[in-house]
Antibody, heavy 124, light 106 residues
């Protein structure tokens, strides 16, 4: 059974870089079709997609965050990571990683497996 | 940028049918997904490709999408269905979520 687990610091100072890792276990990470994504949720607010990456390293980013975001993959460790530069208080949120499931014909089957989320607070 | 609009809240009595809408420009020409998020939990996919249910999702959850509106319908609503619900679609290569609807079962 596929499981995703986020890890990283719970507190980041303003203007610094937020770094999180998502570890994938229980099933093959080496999918030719699926993508792996980051989604965040500020306290009391809705979901915001940050970006996604494929096993081969192809990335898509939310245009509103693109200038500050880098998502990378480490296939040897079954992990993918998020870096968000120059953080501000508005970046305080629960950060979730998720699998974006696709069919062989690139049909999107939804974000079907989620990590439990990790809370990151931006504060001095 | 593309936007999806949901009502902030919907109320339903137990055993009745709840409908949650999601509106966006020509949304019917895209596929919509729906996610349920219970308090303190991660989101869970309940509908994908407008109408399909993942394995393990009860049959009382159904979806439709036409014109500018996608709808999540929960038939025979149970107290365990009380949660926030989010619609999601793709605008080219950007995933967009609706603002979420709080479903209250009372």
């Amino acid at each position: 059974q596929l499981q995703l687990q986020e890890s990283g610091p719970g507190l980041v100072r303003p203007s610094e870089t937020l770094s999180l890792t998502c570890t994938v276990s229980g099933a093959s990470f080496r999918s030719n079709t699926d993508y792996w994504g980051w989604i965040r949720q500020p306290p009391g607010k809705g979901l915001e997609w940050i970006g996604s990456i494929s096993y081969s390293g192809s990335t898509y980013y939310n245009p509103s965050l693109k200038s500050r975001v880098t998502i990378s993959v480490d296939t040897s460790k079954n992990e993918f990571s998020l870096k968000l530069d120059s953080v501000i208080a508005a970046d305080t949120a629960a950060y979730h990683c998720a699998r974006l499931s696709y069919g062989s014909g690139k049909q999107f089957y939804g974000m079907d497996v989620w990590g439990q989320g990790t809370t990151v607070t931006v504060s001095s | 940028s593309y936007e999806l609009t949901q009502p902030p809240s919907v109320s339903v009595s137990p055993g009745q049918t709840a409908s949650i809408t999601c509106s966006g420009d020509k949304l019917g020409s895209k596929y919509a997904c729906w996610y349920q998020q219970r308090p303190g939990q991660s989101p869970m996919l309940v509908i994908y490709q407008d109408t399909k249910r993942p394995s393990g999702i009860p049959e009382r959850f159904s979806g439709s999408n036409s014109g500018n509106t996608a709808t999540l319908t929960i038939g025979g609503t149970q107290t365990m269905d009380e949660a926030d619900y989010y619609c999601q679609a793709w605008d080219d290569t950007t995933a967009v979520f609706g603002g979420g609807t709080k479903l209250t079962v009372l």
